[in-house]
T-cell receptor
Framework: DVKVTQSSRYLVKRTGEKVFLECVQDMDHENMFWYRQDPGLGLRLIYFSYDVKMKEKGDIPEGYSVSREKKERFSLILESASTNQTSMYLC?????????????FGDGTRLSIL | QKEVEQDPGPLSVPEGAIVSLNCTYSNSAFQYFMWYRQYSRKGPELLMYTYSSGNKEDGRFTAQVDKSSKYISLFIRDSQPSDSATYLCAMTRGSNYKLTFGKGTLLTVNP
């Protein structure tokens, strides 16, 4: 089974801090994604990466950056955390190829910015 | 008009009921359609996948796509309390395009 592991289930940080969310997958997938999930807004794509050192902006990249130095690891960075970035953050990965390859999700990091 | 519309519910049914979950969409370029199930405090997991129009059955679950109406459905037969979760529809134009998700429908199956 594909395993997508997010380093923290719950995280509390202060406004202005630089925050790192880590995601690791064990299936050698090229494609990795970061979403945030908010009540009433659903899942929104922040950034994605098709391969090592490659990144593409999603629908809501403002205030975030990403890093993909190794294939298995995709990091989401909040450069200067703000209270409106309090959310559930979900990482996903999928192999390249036909669209019937599903995205596999981690269990999420619930981030609170105080 | 939003690209994907999904009634958020909540939907509450008795055990054994047939459940119908639906999404409508506006982008006729969508070709691949998925349903994810998300239990509380967990990530979404893929439940069903269909390509283009038609039906697909897997056990108690049936996914239906009507591209002419831009409407997809997920049917759950003989619903169980363990089916209680949020169900998310998702769709994409193809392998090089991002997934677009509905907002999810919260389902509770009461024993």
């Amino acid at each position: 089974d594909v395993k997508v592991t997010q380093s923290s289930r719950y995280l509390v940080k202060r406004t202005g801090e630089k925050v790192f969310l880590e995601c690791v997958q064990d299936m050698d997938h090229e494609n990795m994604f970061w979403y945030r999930q908010d009540p009433g807004l659903g899942l929104r794509l922040i950034y994605f990466s098709y391969d090592v050192k490659m990144k593409e902006k999603g629908d809501i990249p403002e205030g975030y950056s990403v890093s993909r130095e190794k294939k298995e690891r995709f990091s989401l960075i909040l450069e200067s955390a703000s209270t409106n970035q309090t959310s559930m953050y979900l990482c996903a990965s999928r192999p390249p190829g036909p669209s019937n390859q599903p995205q596999h999700f981690g269990d999420g990091t619930r981030l609170s910015i105080l | 008009q939003k690209e994907v519309e999904q009634d958020p519910g909540p939907l509450s049914v008795p055990e054994g009921a047939i459940v119908s979950l639906n999404c409508t969409y506006s982008n006729s370029a969508f070709q691949y359609f998925m349903w994810y199930r998300q239990y509380s405090r967990k990530g979404p997991e893929l439940l069903m996948y269909t390509y283009s129009s038609g039906n697909k059955e897997d056990g108690r679950f049936t996914a239906q796509v009507d591209k002419s109406s831009k409407y997809i459905s997920l049917f759950i037969r003989d619903s169980q309390p363990s089916d209680s979760a949020t169900y998310l529809c998702a769709m994409t134009r193809g392998s090089n395009y991002k997934l677009t998700f509905g907002k999810g429908t919260l389902l509770t199956v009461n024993p």
